[in-house]
């Protein structure tokens, strides 16, 4: 025998208002227009290693250029053994104790819009003699249209000690075989 | 009984549907978009991705070239900029040239020096897309004036330039132009020009000489006549001569090629050099009418030497003194040995020896 539909069977058939349509379509377009704006946020931010990367070339220069300039003493440092010893004891004669710079990293295709662009960064430099250390702190922005939001990258390292006393010259004289 | 008629059904009515089709389609195409954004975006984000490491990469080989490195020098070539490393260990001299060619970063190893725009290198690609290599080199003394490759402001403040010495001694090697190598404190400034960022990185050779020196000095009456291993200094006809040669060596350095373990009192080990290579050579700096340099320079050589009873052996620690990190003293005899010829040398000394015998030349 045929059942007959209840009531409320037969209201749950009538299906969507037009209303309620109508606020599902604006909710879904809402929903990707957001995303579509997103979008820029989304890539600049998977883009944020690249910038500390570039901080982080940054800083391993900077160190290695201060290696370079301190892996010889100059000679009037190694003339007498008090001289010599004050010389062995570290590298303070190499460098001042702070220094800030200004440096940058060119990115290719700007994240702020289509054309190459400069993102600055800014270099601070200490050299602790006690310990004979010198680091680096660079400080960048994770998001290059956000120039005021910053983070950094800090690399320290303990300088070698110095080797054997620079430049020192050992002097010889070859003796004659005829003499010998 | 009977059934009554069908609830009625409604349906949609023709604006309904209208509408509803069009907010589909504006939601379709809507959505659509969408997922062609995310599609394009994630494809930009690899590619910059593999870009970035690829870059990333590179700075590391050339980093870790650089460590390994007696020398770091921009090479002469008419195609471009490169940089070359030479390493120097038991096994040998080896180089390793980096370059761009058709907007790609190659690298090339032998065992000498390379030119870049020799076609017939065997390379290697190490970055596939690049739109620029420049090399530049600075001296030391240079470094507190250094200016930040982008923003073009000085970034050597940390630096006293008072105390920063320049070291730059002869390798012992010809370059292809023939001019000598050069190894010593300078920095080599590579700039990856490369999607998405440019890339700079500073070298510096790791296996730089310490800065020892020894200076041996020979006066002799005038030139030497006899022929022998060193020619050049030679000839009867040089007869202008003044009455002396002053036999000076330019710096000797010695680097640890080869490590080994030696036993402790303590029942541990700990590591020592068992070979090293050693470069060198002699300058003979004539004065008088016909004032002259010659160089002298001997192939680098590894001590202790191959035949020898010490080679493959754990060594003393010479020449390193490890109580002041100092390379011991030397007599002029035993680093000519150390050099690998001790034969020449010792017949150079006979010859000028032989020379103040010589009554023609004031003996």
């Known amino acids: 025998m045929p059942i007959r539909p209840t009531v409320a069977e037969r209201d749950g058939e009538a299906g969507f208002g037009l209303l309620e349509l109508i606020v599902c379509a604006g909710l879904l377009v809402l929903g990707s227009v957001l995303a579509l704006a997103a979008l820029p946020a989304i890539v600049r931010g998977s883009q944020a290693g690249v910038l500390r990367d570039a901080a982080t070339d940054v800083a391993r220069n900077a160190i290695e250029r201060a290696r370079a300039a301190a892996a010889y003493a100059p000679p009037q440092r190694v003339a007498g053994p008090a001289m010599r010893a004050l010389t062995m004891a570290g590298h303070a004669w190499a460098f001042v104790p702070a220094a800030v710079n200004a440096a940058a990293v060119h990115v290719e295709r700007g994240w702020c819009g289509d054309a190459a662009t400069d993102v600055a960064l800014d270099v601070a430099t200490t050299y602790d003699a006690a310990s004979d250390t010198l680091q680096v702190v660079v400080a960048y922005p994770p998001d290059p249209c956000a120039a005021g939001t910053r983070a950094t990258v800090t690399l320290a390292t303990q300088l070698a000690p110095p080797a054997y006393a620079p430049q020192t010259t050992l002097d010889a004289t070859v003796a004659d075989p005829a003499e010998q | 009984m009977s059934e009554g008629p069908p609830a009625p059904e409604a349906g949609f009515t023709l604006i309904e549907v209208v509408l509803a089709s069009a907010l589909f389609a504006f939601v379709a195409l809507t959505g659509f978009e969408v997922v062609r954004a995310l599609s394009a975006s994630t494809a930009l984000i690899a ?7 690829q870059v990333r990469i590179a700075a590391g080989e050339l980093r870790s070239a ?8 921009k090479p002469p070539s008419a195609c471009g900029d490169a940089v070359e490393f030479l390493q120097r260990d038991a096994g040998g001299t080896s180089f390793t040239l980096y370059f761009a060619r058709a907007a790609t970063l190659l690298r090339a190893a032998a065992a000498g020096p390379m030119n870049p725009c020799d076609p017939a290198l065997a390379v290697q690609t190490v970055v596939g897309a690049i739109a620029g290599l420049s090399v530049t080199r600075f001296a030391a003394t240079a470094l507190p004036a250094h200016v930040d490759p982008v923003s073009g402001t000085p970034d050597g403040g940390i630096l006293a330039p008072a105390g920063v010495s320049a070291v730059s001694v002869d390798a012992h090697v010809a370059d292809i132009d023939g001019s000598p190598i050069r190894t010593g404190n300078d920095v080599i400034e590579v700039t990856l020009d490369a999607d998405p960022v440019r890339t700079t990185v500073d070298l510096l050779a790791g296996n730089r000489p310490s800065g020892y020196t020894q200076t041996l000095a020979y006066t002799c009456a005038g030139r030497c006549e006899a022929n022998g291993p060193f020619p050049e200094i030679r000839n009867a006809a040089f007869d202008d001569c003044a009455v002396t040669i002053d036999f000076a060596q330019s710096p000797v350095s010695y680097v640890p090629a080869a490590y080994g373990f030696a036993s402790t009192a303590g029942g541990g080990a700990r590591v020592v050099v068992t070979a090293y290579a050693v470069a060198g050579g002699y300058a003979f700096a004539f004065g008088g009418p016909a004032p002259l340099t010659l160089e002298r320079a001997w192939p680098p050589a ?50 000028c020896a032989d020379m103040h015998a010589d009554p023609t030349y004031g003996g």
């Open chain 2, 47 to 53: 590619q910059r991705a593999r870009a970035a490491a």
């Open chain 2, 66 to 73: 650089a460590l390994s490195a007696s020398a770091v020098w």
């Open chain 2, 302 to 351: 590894v001590w202790p030497p191959a035949g020898s009873p010490l080679a493959g052996t754990i060594a003393d620690p010479y020449p390193v003194d490890y109580g002041n990190n100092a390379v011991r003293a030397r007599g002029p005899a035993q680093l000519a040995a150390d050099l690998g010829e001790p034969a020449a040398f010792a017949a150079a000394l006979q010859a």
